[in-house]
């Protein structure tokens, strides 16, 4: 099982949240929402081999937080995963959009310095604007955009940029999620929850509970749970191999 964007720093016991993806398998992205919780969130990792964590600094407190763009540059020798990081073009923080775009655009730049990394990569209302920068300041990047809500033009227009998808049981268990998600091709695609955060049918998703949705995944492929898992463990073995020009 994978979990590729999980909020473990988040979790009200995330000891005990990751002691349980552990003993479960489960490859955990485990992403921050600031600099200043990377050391903390790094620690939680210790002594798990499936749980990697990635530095970030989430658009909807990009406003708050640009001072920590020198912390962001001092973390990022330190890891080869950058998350989570983008732009929200529907939060009620759609009033600092020039301060999340300078945000994004200098995260980018700064993992372009570096040569690049792995990004999960937040683009709810704003797929569009997402797609620009990636494509004007994170080219040697590899970005996974996480819980993709747009349309299907911009699907094929990320897919053209390269990026990859995370999908979750709240895109699974709506028509226009399941729609969009048969769009995608299914070598870039791997699962997550978005814990603790994200619902789906009322419930919260957690990253021991990811059969659910590889079991919908392989439902709108037309195949069985057992091929769904091997794709997406390919999928993963791929991504893992890829070559950054420096790291
Ligand atoms: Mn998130």
């Not at 909020?7 to 992403?31: I, T």
């Not at 792995?118 to 209302?125: E, I, K």
Request: aromatic share 8%; with cysteine.
């Amino acid at each position: 099982m994978i979990d590729f964007h999980c909020h473990l720093d988040l979790f009200p016991d995330p000891a005990e949240a990751s002691k349980r993806c552990d003993l479960l398998g489960v490859y955990v992205l485990s992403v921050t929402t600031t600099p200043s919780a990377w050391p903390g969130t790094l620690q939680i990792a210790e002594g798990h081999k499936r749980i990697r964590t990635a530095l970030g600094l989430h658009p909807q407190v990009a406003h708050l937080r640009m001072k920590e763009l020198s912390l962001f540059e001092q973390y990022l020798p330190d890891t080869r995963y950058v998350g989570e990081i983008g732009l929200d073009g529907k939060s009620d923080n759609g009033a600092f959009w020039r301060e999340q775009v300078k945000v994004f655009t200098q995260t980018l730049r700064l993992c372009e310095r570096a040569g690049g990394r792995y990004l999960s990569v937040h683009s709810r209302g704003a797929v569009d604007e997402v797609v620009e920068c990636l494509q004007t300041y994170g080219k040697s990047s590899f970005p996974i955009l996480h819980w993709f809500t747009g349309d299907e033009r911009q699907a094929r227009s990320a897919i053209n940029a390269g990026c990859w998808f995370s999908v979750n049981a709240a895109m699974t268990s709506s028509e226009k999620g399941r729609r969009l998600i048969a769009c995608l091709p299914r070598d870039r695609v791997l699962t997550e929850t978005d814990a603790p955060f994200a619902k789906s049918s009322g419930r919260k998703l957690v990253p021991w509970e990811m059969s659910r949705t590889r079991d919908e995944l392989a439902q709108i492929w037309n195949i069985s749970r057992e091929e769904c898992s091997r794709t997406l463990l390919m999928n993963l073995r791929n991504l893992a191999t890829h070559e950054f020009s420096r790291s």
